[in-house]
């Protein structure tokens, strides 16, 4: 069965510094992984996925990711932080055709 | 707006009570997904639907039930509750049974008591 690790729950960092949050996911085949983000008291929304095309996805808000499948990993970042980006992130891939395995989550907490 | 409306947003009720949550999908997505986050669990997947059949279920106590109607909204029900349902439960759609396309919606917030 797939799943998702991601290193570290909670990530602080200042304003305007590398956000870099880590994602590593087992898989027997070839993965579709997501990065979503959920925001206080909100739903989940999807920042950027990738499904077999370009390794490095852009999503939205500035955030990318790299497909590496040798380290099996699909760390997110963003060269810049703003306060904005204050939420939780997680991470997940599809298992089948049913459904996604989320991590835990990162907590990302931006001081200014 | 996602375009996944769920209804209630919050709901507060006591244990061994019962309680129906729901969702209307996006306007042409025929699956619906539903997954439980709590904060000893995670986020998990409980149920998919896809055109009104049952496609997988995951970690979905037997005390939950589900379905989707001929309009493709769907209910989750949740009986005999416990303090350790407390939790958000999201629903999200998409157009194929597959969740690559997945659109969430805001969820419902329920407090067991």
């Known amino acids: 069965a797939q799943s998702v690790t991601q290193l570290g729950s909670h990530v602080s960092v200042s304003e305007g510094a590398l956000v870099l949050l880590r994602c590593n996911y087992s898989?027997?085949?070839?993965?579709?992984l997501f990065w979503y983000v959920q925001y206080p008291n909100q739903g989940l929304q999807l920042l950027l996925k990738?499904?077999?095309?370009?390794?490095l996805v852009k999503g939205i808000n500035g955030f990318e990711a790299e497909f590496k499948k040798s380290e099996t990993s699909f760390h997110l970042t963003k060269p810049s932080a703003h306060m904005s980006d204050a939420a939780e992130y997680f991470c997940?891939?599809?298992?089948?055709?049913?459904?996604?395995?989320f991590g835990q989550g990162t907590r990302l907490t931006i001081n200014p | 707006d996602s375009g996944v409306t769920q209804t209630p947003k919050h709901l507060i009720t006591a244990t061994g009570q019962r309680v129906t949550l729901r969702c209307s999908p996006r306007s042409g997505d025929l699956s619906v997904y539903w997954y439980q986050q709590s904060l000893d669990q995670g986020l998990q997947f409980l149920i998919q639907y896809y055109n009104g059949e049952e496609r997988a279920k995951g970690n979905i106590l037997e005390r939950f039930s589900a379905q989707q109607f001929p309009d493709l909204h769907s209910e989750l029900n949740l009986s005999s509750l416990e303090l350790g349902d407390s939790a958000l439960y999201f629903c999200a759609s998409s157009v194929a049974p597959t969740p690559e396309t997945h659109t969430f919606g805001s969820g419902t917030r329920l407090t067991v008591v």
């Open positions: 898989s027997s085949v070839p993965p579709y």
């Open positions: 990738y499904t077999s095309a370009a390794t």
């Open positions: 997940a891939v599809t298992q089948g055709a049913q459904k996604l395995v």
